[in-house]
């Protein structure tokens, strides 16, 4: 389950509008979406909830008191305008929090291949845990809960829309990889522009999305069936996910994810709702 819901801000989704409001109220807000929404999940089942600095508190306090939260990651937004009066909010959090004991966790298909800064050899002078390529040196490093890597869809990338909060495909590609697997049922109660779906499509999982705003459902369905046809994941591609802004033929737009059905079409039976 993906959930991300308007953050504890003033903010316009198409004709509805989410209205700031006291922590204590926004709080009791969320505990009554999962109250409303948890029932759904498998005992085994994971849970992801994005935020901002200031949702944080109410966050913790609503997943904590249902959910096991495992972890928190932190992923740079680098998109935004300046603060003359304070620090420049340049990150965003998604809580990571599990059913139970037992759940889905893929490390190896989340791995980060990031350039070596000191590549050490050994004493046959091999690299050591590291590759030569034509392209670089570069290590596939276990996932961090610091995200650096991400870019939010701006206006040359084909996956960006005009929706106000839209989250990168390849942000989701790793929670869906990490905590799924081939066949597994993905859920997002507010799909927006429906990255979330369009993602889970691209990976071989099935999908189920809710969006209240008619503009955006439609967006998703159209992105839906582009999926069928062009399955890329910018940067991700050879089953690893690279660093922001590295310039490498298998990171080239066009290449397809291993990890994608072959025919492309499965999911395309589900619809958003």
């Given at each position: 389950m993906f959930l991300d819901p308007p953050y504890n801000l003033d903010k316009k989704f198409g004709e509805s509008k989410f209205g700031k409001r006291p922590v204590n109220d926004y709080?009791?807000?969320?505990?009554?979406?999962?109250?409303?929404?948890?029932?759904?999940?498998?005992?085994?089942?994971?849970?992801?909830?994005?935020?901002d600095w200031f949702s944080s508190t109410s966050i913790f306090s609503a997943a904590s008191a249902r959910l096991q939260v495992r972890n928190r990651i932190t992923w740079e937004r680098e998109k935004g305008r300046g603060a003359k009066s304070n620090w420049k909010n340049a990150s965003e959090d998604i809580w990571f929090c599990t059913n139970s004991?037992?759940?889905?966790f893929n490390v190896e298909a989340v791995k980060l291949r990031r350039k070596v800064i000191?590549?050490?050899?050994?004493?046959?002078?091999?690299?050591?845990?590291?590759?030569?390529?034509?392209?670089?040196?570069?290590?596939?490093?276990?996932?961090?809960?610091?995200?650096?890597?991400?870019?939010?869809?701006?206006?040359?990338?084909?996956?960006?829309?005009?929706?106000p909060t839209q989250k990168s495909e390849k942000l989701?590609?790793?929670?869906?990889?990490?905590?799924?697997?081939?066949?597994?049922?993905?859920?997002?109660?507010?799909l927006g522009s429906g990255t979330t779906s369009v993602v889970a499509c691209k990976l071989g999982r099935h999908?189920?999305?809710?969006?209240?705003?008619?503009?955006?459902?439609?967006?998703?369905?159209?992105?839906?069936?582009?999926?069928?046809?062009e399955r890329s994941i910018q940067g991700y591609a050879d089953r690893v996910f690279?660093?922001?802004?590295?310039?490498?033929?298998?990171?080239?737009?066009?290449?397809?994810?291993?990890?994608?059905?072959?025919?492309?079409?499965?999911?395309?039976q589900e619809s958003v709702l």
């Open positions: 709080t009791v807000w969320l505990c009554d979406m999962l109250d409303t929404l948890l029932p759904t999940l498998k005992p085994n089942g994971t849970v992801y909830i994005c935020g004991d037992e759940y889905t000191a590549p050490y050899r050994n004493d046959d002078g091999e690299p050591r845990d590291w590759k030569e390529t034509a392209y670089g040196n570069f290590r596939d490093t276990h996932p961090s809960n610091l995200w650096t890597d991400i870019s939010v869809p701006f206006w040359s990338m084909p996956e960006n829309t005009d929706h989701l590609a790793k929670l869906i990889l990490a905590s799924t697997n081939s066949n597994d049922v993905v859920f997002d109660p507010f999908y189920v999305g809710i969006e209240s705003v008619e503009e955006y459902a439609l967006l998703a369905e159209k992105r839906l069936r582009l999926a069928a046809d690279w660093e922001r802004n590295t310039s490498q033929a298998a990171n080239a737009q066009g290449r397809t994810p291993d990890a994608a059905p072959e025919n492309g079409k499965m999911q395309l």
